[in-house]
């Protein structure tokens, strides 16, 4: 296992291009996985650091999945539904679930010296159900009619239970740590930031902001501050903005 390369999928979103940015600049290897190469930045392209996979992470052989992951001491997903009709209620309906489901199976077949880190980017709409997080009764309704009319939600959800419930504290093989921004936004510098082991605001009726760089930047030093890690290790930590 390269203690310096990381697998990211999700790498062509608006926050995952942040995240293998921030990888970089701290002098990792990438491998990205992505349907789309030509939406990548054209740096990129040329840059030893970086190994670009044409694929589908659900769409290729369990043996390919677990060649990607073999060197990687790290694997994270920014995966996330389009925001178009088919992007949310099209298929595949389970997207992240799924790719996270076969990249921890792949790395539990590789059976790892030392475990392999796993970050989720996630959402703050999404609760810790290890911490039974307090929820109003207006919130747990809006989130209950969210599942039902908003499928990419769900996914979210079942996407962090797997790792809480199937994966679990004591794997020998994945470690994990779930990201929570809250309202996404724009930003071209990496501000200051706050970290919270349970939402401060409700999600629903009093969102914060968090922007995609942020996030980037504290999934990046997750992966390599063993220090930050282990602060986080197994929890669902939820970042904002810090308010002026």
């Known amino acids: 296992m390269n203690k310096d390369t990381t697998l990211v999928v999700g790498a062509s979103g608006s926050t995952g291009k942040h995240l293998v940015t921030q990888l970089l600049n701290k002098g990792e290897q990438v491998k990205v996985i992505v349907r789309s190469p030509e939406k990548l930045p054209d740096a990129w392209k040329n840059n030893s650091q970086i190994s670009i ?22 694997v994270a997903s920014c995966l996330g539904h389009s925001p178009t009709l088919k992007g949310i209620y099209g298929k595949p309906k389970k997207l992240v679930t799924d790719a996270v489901s076969l990249l921890c199976h792949a790395i539990q077949m590789n059976s790892p010296k030392a475990p392999v880190k796993f970050v989720l980017m996630n959402t703050a709409g999404n609760r810790n159900r290890d911490l039974d997080e307090p929820i109003s009764f207006w919130q747990r309704l809006v989130i209950g009619l969210l599942r039902i009319l908003l499928p990419p939600h769900q996914d ?25 921004p809250d309202s996404l936004i724009d930003n071209d510098k990496v501000t200051k930031y706050e970290l919270y082991a349970s939402p401060t605001r409700s999600a629903i009726f009093d969102p914060g902001k968090t922007s995609r760089i942020n996030v980037g930047h504290f999934m990046a030093s997750l992966i390599t501050d063993d220090n930050i890690w282990k602060q986080w290790k197994g929890k669902m930590p939820v970042i904002y903005n810090e308010i002026a």
């Open 156 to 180: 979210n959800e079942k996407a962090a239970d797997y790792l809480s419930v199937e994966v679990g504290q004591k794997d020998s093989s994945v470690e994990w740590v779930v990201v929570r």
């Open 53 to 74: 996979i044409e694929a589908s992470i659900l769409d290729v052989s369990e043996q390919d999945r677990v060649n990607y992951v073999k060197d990687c001491h790290a």
